[in-house]
């Protein structure tokens, strides 16, 4: 029977400091999970759809967890994959130090970004959500937080961090041993600034994939997904900025009449259009300059 320290170092998993290709949970890019605000947002998000429910619930003290948040868990997700795919023992308890954790996310490293960490930390933990996601059934529920628990340890002398110690929800993990539900992503998604942006990329990602012809989704869905606080009308003009700009990576964007009078959003990998359409070409992105 294994002593207790060898049980604790068996239920670690120790992440890397290497860059890793990147991996989302698909569960969680297809339906409105985060709020896309940086303000606190304390209105809970109810959705249903034919064949899924979701409830989030935010802390009452801390907020919802934002989209922003969820970069800890594509790093998390993007980790664990790594290590799968490898063949090494994983685990949903993860251990890392928060400077390499806000590098790895393409964050600076100053000490009021190791406060946002932290506040991030706090909102995936306190925020509730109740799916029927995964389950047979829309009567049938899981509820669970994001993150179960954290922890960071301090070195008494220098008063500096040591480290912190992340236990994932089990509903999470179990989704990222899943390879199925796992889609790759890449790095220049960190460089997104909107809220909305975000969103729309992990959803374009979803739906459109590398698909020859495309996708497209009349945008009063879209509104419904997002899960937004937004008037119809402010969410319509912040899509038009959006796609007027055509800067999300990978995916060239377009707004088009429906057969309704509705409008559209059509969405194509750039790799798919013709080379002679203007928006073939990659295009040039202004990424952060972050300290070496």
Not at 83 to 97: F, K, M
Not at 154 to 165: A, E
Request: proline fraction near 4%; hydrophobic fraction near 35%; include cysteine.
């Amino acid at each position: 029977m294994a002593g207790k320290q060898e049980r604790r170092q068996l239920d670690l998993f120790v992440a890397t400091l290497t860059d890793l290709p990147l991996r989302d949970q698909r569960e969680t890019m297809e339906r409105p999970f985060f709020s896309l605000s940086k303000s606190p947002r304390f209105e809970p998000i109810i959705y249903e759809s034919r064949d899924a429910f979701v409830r989030v619930s935010p802390s009452t003290t801390y907020g919802m967890a934002t989209i922003w948040d969820a970069d800890i868990l594509i790093w998390a997700a993007s980790q664990i994959n790594e290590a799968h795919e490898q063949g090494l023992a994983t685990s949903r308890v993860i251990r890392v130090h928060p400077y390499d954790l806000l590098r790895s996310i393409r964050r600076h490293t100053g000490k009021d970004q190791y406060e946002r960490l932290r506040d991030a930390l706090r909102r995936l933990q306190s925020t509730s959500i109740e799916t029927s996601i995964r389950a047979k059934g829309k009567k049938r529920l899981a509820q669970f937080s994001w993150i179960e628990s954290w922890a960071e340890m301090i070195d008494d002398r220098t008063g500096r961090s040591d480290g912190m110690k992340i236990t994932l929800s089990e509903w999470f993990y179990e989704g990222i041993l899943d390879q199925q539900l796992l889609l790759a992503i890449p790095a220049e998604y960190f460089d997104l600034t909107g809220g909305i942006e975000r969103w729309l990329f992990r959803l374009v990602r979803k739906h459109a994939g590398k698909q020859t012809g495309g996708w497209a989704c009349p945008v009063a869905t879209l509104h419904q997904k997002s899960g937004s606080t937004q008037r119809a009308s402010d969410f319509r003009r912040d899509l038009r900025r959006i796609v007027k700009a055509d800067q999300l990576p990978e995916y060239h964007l377009e707004l088009r009449d429906g057969e309704r009078d509705d409008l559209v959003l059509w969405v194509i990998r750039r790799d798919k259009l013709h080379p002679s359409h203007p928006a073939s070409a990659v295009i040039a992105r202004r990424r952060r300059h972050l300290p070496a």
